[in-house]
Protein backbone atom coordinates (compact mmCIF):
# COMPACT_ATOMS: atom_id res chain seq x y z
CA UNK A 1 0.00 0.00 0.00
CA UNK A 2 1.20 3.45 -0.94
CA UNK A 3 2.69 5.70 1.84
CA UNK A 4 -0.19 7.33 3.35
CA UNK A 5 2.12 10.65 4.82
CA UNK A 6 3.48 10.90 1.03
CA UNK A 7 -0.04 10.51 -0.51
CA UNK A 8 -1.48 12.85 1.68
CA UNK A 9 1.58 15.75 1.59
CA UNK A 10 1.60 15.20 -2.51
CA UNK A 11 -1.88 15.80 -1.96
CA UNK A 12 -1.93 19.00 0.10
CA UNK A 13 0.73 20.77 -2.02
CA UNK A 14 -0.94 20.54 -4.91
CA UNK A 15 1.75 17.77 -7.30
CA UNK A 16 0.47 16.26 -9.74
CA UNK A 17 1.58 12.36 -9.71
CA UNK A 18 1.14 9.13 -10.65
CA UNK A 19 0.53 5.53 -8.75
CA UNK A 20 2.66 2.89 -10.48
CA UNK A 21 1.36 -0.76 -9.35
CA UNK A 22 3.72 -3.59 -9.86
CA UNK A 23 4.23 -7.09 -8.82
CA UNK A 24 6.07 -6.85 -5.87
CA UNK A 25 9.95 -6.52 -6.43
CA UNK A 26 12.81 -5.79 -3.47
CA UNK A 27 15.29 -4.71 -5.94
CA UNK A 28 15.87 -1.38 -7.73
CA UNK A 29 16.54 -3.85 -10.98
CA UNK A 30 13.55 -5.53 -10.36
CA UNK A 31 11.38 -2.66 -10.00
CA UNK A 32 12.72 -1.17 -13.51
CA UNK A 33 12.07 -4.13 -15.10
CA UNK A 34 8.87 -4.54 -13.58
CA UNK A 35 7.68 -0.81 -14.26
CA UNK A 36 9.03 -0.34 -17.56
CA UNK A 37 10.86 2.86 -16.41
CA UNK A 38 14.21 3.30 -17.38
CA UNK A 39 16.86 2.57 -14.36
CA UNK A 40 17.78 5.94 -15.00
CA UNK A 41 14.28 7.92 -13.93
CA UNK A 42 13.76 5.26 -11.31
CA UNK A 43 15.33 6.30 -8.31
CA UNK A 44 16.18 4.66 -4.81
CA UNK A 45 16.84 5.56 -1.86
CA UNK A 46 19.48 4.53 0.14
CA UNK A 47 20.53 5.48 4.01
CA UNK A 48 23.29 6.18 5.03
CA UNK A 49 25.00 7.56 8.85
CA UNK A 50 26.86 10.63 8.38
CA UNK A 51 28.94 11.75 11.42
CA UNK A 52 25.80 8.99 13.60
CA UNK A 53 23.10 11.08 11.63
CA UNK A 54 20.67 9.16 9.17
CA UNK A 55 20.29 10.93 6.06
CA UNK A 56 18.65 9.56 3.09
CA UNK A 57 20.73 9.21 -0.87
CA UNK A 58 19.18 9.20 -3.36
CA UNK A 59 20.76 7.87 -6.77
CA UNK A 60 19.34 6.84 -10.20
CA UNK A 61 18.48 2.80 -9.88
CA UNK A 62 21.09 1.98 -12.80
CA UNK A 63 23.82 3.39 -10.31
CA UNK A 64 25.33 2.81 -6.93
CA UNK A 65 26.04 4.90 -4.16
CA UNK A 66 29.78 6.13 -3.88
CA UNK A 67 30.49 5.89 -0.45
CA UNK A 68 34.38 7.42 -0.11
CA UNK A 69 33.42 9.84 -3.13
CA UNK A 70 30.43 11.25 -0.53
CA UNK A 71 32.71 11.14 1.55
CA UNK A 72 35.21 13.60 -0.06
CA UNK A 73 31.94 15.63 -0.78
CA UNK A 74 31.00 15.81 2.44
CA UNK A 75 34.03 16.75 3.80
CA UNK A 76 33.79 13.96 6.37
CA UNK A 77 35.55 10.39 6.57
CA UNK A 78 32.19 9.51 8.67
CA UNK A 79 30.24 7.73 5.95
CA UNK A 80 28.47 4.13 6.53
CA UNK A 81 25.67 2.96 4.45
CA UNK A 82 22.89 1.94 7.32
CA UNK A 83 21.60 -1.84 7.72
CA UNK A 84 17.86 -2.07 7.33
CA UNK A 85 17.81 -3.29 11.24
CA UNK A 86 19.67 0.05 11.58
CA UNK A 87 16.45 1.99 9.88
CA UNK A 88 13.30 -0.42 9.43
CA UNK A 89 11.45 1.84 11.93
CA UNK A 90 12.30 5.55 11.10
CA UNK A 91 9.78 4.71 8.26
CA UNK A 92 6.18 4.47 9.67
CA UNK A 93 3.61 3.34 6.99
CA UNK A 94 6.47 2.10 4.53
CA UNK A 95 7.60 -1.39 3.93
CA UNK A 96 11.22 -1.96 4.91
CA UNK A 97 13.44 -0.84 1.84
CA UNK A 98 10.45 0.55 0.18
CA UNK A 99 10.70 4.34 1.84
CA UNK A 100 10.20 7.17 -0.43
CA UNK A 101 12.94 9.64 -1.17
CA UNK A 102 10.92 12.33 0.81
CA UNK A 103 13.47 12.73 3.92
CA UNK A 104 11.61 16.28 5.12
CA UNK A 105 8.85 13.17 6.06
CA UNK A 106 10.50 11.43 8.10
CA UNK A 107 13.23 14.10 9.99
CA UNK A 108 16.43 13.24 7.61
CA UNK A 109 18.28 15.67 5.51
CA UNK A 110 18.20 14.48 1.83
CA UNK A 111 21.53 14.15 -0.89
CA UNK A 112 20.68 13.63 -4.73
CA UNK A 113 22.94 12.63 -7.16
CA UNK A 114 23.43 15.16 -10.30
CA UNK A 115 22.46 12.71 -12.67
CA UNK A 116 18.66 12.30 -11.44
CA UNK A 117 18.54 16.31 -11.33
CA UNK A 118 18.90 15.97 -15.78
CA UNK A 119 15.34 14.28 -15.87
CA UNK A 120 12.05 15.78 -15.93
CA UNK A 121 10.33 13.20 -14.14
CA UNK A 122 11.40 10.48 -11.17
CA UNK A 123 9.79 7.71 -10.25
CA UNK A 124 10.22 5.58 -6.62
CA UNK A 125 9.19 3.23 -4.21
CA UNK A 126 6.15 4.94 -2.41
CA UNK A 127 6.13 2.82 0.88
CA UNK A 128 5.56 -0.43 -0.20
CA UNK A 129 7.57 -3.24 -3.08
CA UNK A 130 4.57 -3.06 -5.52
CA UNK A 131 3.75 0.51 -5.73
CA UNK A 132 6.06 3.42 -7.21
CA UNK A 133 5.01 7.33 -7.83
CA UNK A 134 6.25 9.20 -11.00
CA UNK A 135 6.63 13.21 -10.23
CA UNK A 136 8.04 15.71 -12.15
CA UNK A 137 11.81 16.40 -10.61
CA UNK A 138 10.97 19.70 -10.08
CA UNK A 139 8.22 19.03 -7.78
CA UNK A 140 10.47 16.70 -5.90
CA UNK A 141 13.38 19.67 -5.41
CA UNK A 142 10.49 21.96 -4.69
CA UNK A 143 9.18 20.02 -1.76
CA UNK A 144 12.45 18.54 -0.13
CA UNK A 145 15.00 21.26 -1.18
CA UNK A 146 17.55 18.22 -1.61
CA UNK A 147 22.01 19.19 -1.37
CA UNK A 148 22.90 17.78 -4.88
CA UNK A 149 25.76 16.19 -5.54
CA UNK A 150 28.03 14.00 -8.02
CA UNK A 151 27.49 10.39 -5.34
CA UNK A 152 27.20 7.84 -8.07
CA UNK A 153 29.68 5.02 -9.47
CA UNK A 154 29.66 3.67 -13.00
CA UNK A 155 26.04 2.50 -14.17
CA UNK A 156 25.10 -1.65 -13.26
CA UNK A 157 22.93 -3.15 -15.93
CA UNK A 158 19.18 -2.44 -15.84
CA UNK A 159 16.80 -5.07 -17.43
CA UNK A 160 14.21 -2.57 -18.76
Known sequence: MVA??????????KVHYQIIRHTPSYTAQGVAAATHISGK????????KVDGVFSMVVVPASRRV?????RRALGTMDVL???????KDRFPGCETGAMPPFG????????????VTADDEIAF?????????RI????FKRLVSPRVMSICNVPTLVAV
Do not use: C, R, W
Open 104 to 115: NLYGMPVIVDTN
Open 4 to 13: KKLVEFLDQQ
Open 66 to 70: DVPGL
Open 81 to 87: VASEEEF
Open 136 to 139: AYHD
Open 125 to 133: NAGSHAEVI
Open 41 to 48: ELVKTVIV
